[in-house]
């Protein structure tokens, strides 16, 4: 579990047979075998520790389903997991990405940056305005968002567009997305709840016939 505030920025080195070697010299001396760390807001977990940095095995599964697979990545945001005790700053993060999205502008407005994303349609149910949503592991709120959610704005302040990798982005880069959870669970709920009622209700010919109506 992750809060979406990015600890420091990394870069990933080299991707060969199965793994990815990051460069992180910044929390290299935090790190210990096992650890879950979120990149670019996906869960990875240590396998071996380097001098600067350390090796995580990635599934090809991953790879698919987020920007790490990208050629040219730029530098990636990096978060180490949720201690307990520690303070929840941003919103519960699993570091499990919902959807790839893209970057679709970026201008500085009145102090503060007004950065805008597309998201693919499967997403866009769960994209609300003034919801959270993480990107590339970063926990923003959504500001504006079209009908389908496939659009959205975020407001970014100048400390978190120099902290993370935002400041690295190109209009079309792509950026990995993770909805807020608790979003999920309601909509489960809801569609759970929907389906138990439909049964309880459906009154059918087999029915009247089991319960002795001829």
């Given at each position: 579990m992750f809060t979406g505030l990015i600890q420091t920025i990394g870069k990933i080195e080299r991707y060969s047979n199965g793994q990815l070697t990051?460069?992180?010299p910044e929390i290299r001396s935090n790190l210990a075998i096992g650890d879950s760390v979120a990149v670019n807001g996906v869960c990875l977990t240590v396998a071996e520790i380097l001098a600067r940095g350390f090796i995580a095995d990635v599934s090809p599964e991953t790879l698919s389903r987020s920007n790490l697979g990208a050629g040219n990545l730029p530098p990636v945001n990096?978060?180490?997991?949720?201690?307990?005790?520690?303070?929840?700053?941003?919103?519960?993060?699993?570091?499990?990405?919902?959807?790839?999205?893209?970057?679709?502008?970026?201008?500085?407005?009145?102090?503060?940056?007004?950065?805008?994303?597309?998201?693919?349609?499967?997403?866009?149910?769960?994209?609300?305005?003034?919801?959270?949503?993480?990107?590339?592991?970063?926990?923003?709120?959504?500001?504006?968002?079209?009908?389908?959610?496939t659009w959205f704005s975020t407001a970014v302040i100048p400390h978190t567009y120099d902290s993370t990798n935002l400041k690295y982005l190109?209009?079309?880069?792509?950026?990995?997305?993770?909805?807020?959870?608790?979003?999920?669970?309601?909509?489960?709920?809801?569609?759970?709840?929907?389906?138990?009622?439909?049964?309880?209700?459906?009154?059918?010919?087999?029915?009247?016939?089991?319960?002795?109506?001829?």
């Open positions: 990051i460069s992180c990096l978060e180490m997991a949720l201690a307990v005790g520690d303070r929840l700053g941003g919103h519960f993060v699993t570091g499990h990405i919902d959807g790839v999205g893209a970057l679709c502008e970026s201008k500085m407005t009145g102090g503060a940056w007004e950065i805008s994303f597309s998201a693919p349609e499967e997403l866009g149910r769960y994209i609300i305005s003034k919801g959270s949503i993480a990107i590339n592991g970063i926990s923003l709120t959504v500001a504006q968002c079209n009908g389908l959610g190109q209009i079309g880069s792509s950026v990995n997305l993770e909805a807020d959870m608790l979003g999920k669970y309601v909509e489960k709920f809801m569609k759970s709840d929907r389906q138990n009622q439909r049964q309880q209700s459906a009154i059918t010919s087999d029915f009247l016939a089991e319960h002795g109506w001829n």
